[in-house]
């Protein structure tokens, strides 16, 4: 088991920027991937980042050059730098591990249900 929790979400002004974290816990000692998503009310959950075992990344085109996916292995903690942000950024933002031990496709990586855990979300908010 994994345990994930997000934090750094909050209210931001347009063109201004927001921290996520992602911290983990329990069998973090094999490695994982971690991906991003979001989901603003009434509609689906969406892709946002990804980030390998290695630091290989992934960004949806929306977000890419504005958001920028890290991790820190000794901390066992991803982050989601986001700047210039949007009033469509709005949504609730989770983390997700995948402890698989194979990569996954492109294709793969963007869908949720490739992902092993779920942390609880963190709204942004983004005004214009």
């Known amino acids: 088991q994994v345990q994930l929790v997000e934090s750094g979400g909050g209210l931001a002004q347009a063109g201004g920027s927001l921290r996520l974290s992602c911290a983990a816990s329990?069998?973090?000692?094999?490695?994982?991937?971690v991906g991003w998503f979001r989901q603003a009310p009434g509609k689906e959950r969406e892709f946002v980042a990804r980030?390998?075992?290695?630091?290989?990344?992934l960004y949806a085109d929306p977000v890419k050059g504005r958001f920028t996916i890290s991790r820190d292995n000794a901390k066992n903690t991803v982050f989601l730098q986001m700047n210039s942000l949007r009033s469509e950024d709005t949504a609730v933002y989770y983390c997700?591990?995948?402890?698989?031990?194979?990569?996954?496709?492109?294709?793969?990586?963007?869908?949720?249900?490739?992902?092993?855990?779920w942390g609880q979300g963190t709204q942004v908010t983004v005004s214009s």
């Open positions: 997700a591990a995948d402890v698989k031990i194979y990569p996954l496709t492109i294709t793969q990586a963007a869908q949720p249900i490739w992902y092993d855990y």
């Open positions: 329990g069998r973090t000692g094999s490695g994982y991937a």
């Open positions: 980030i390998s075992r290695i630091g290989g990344t």
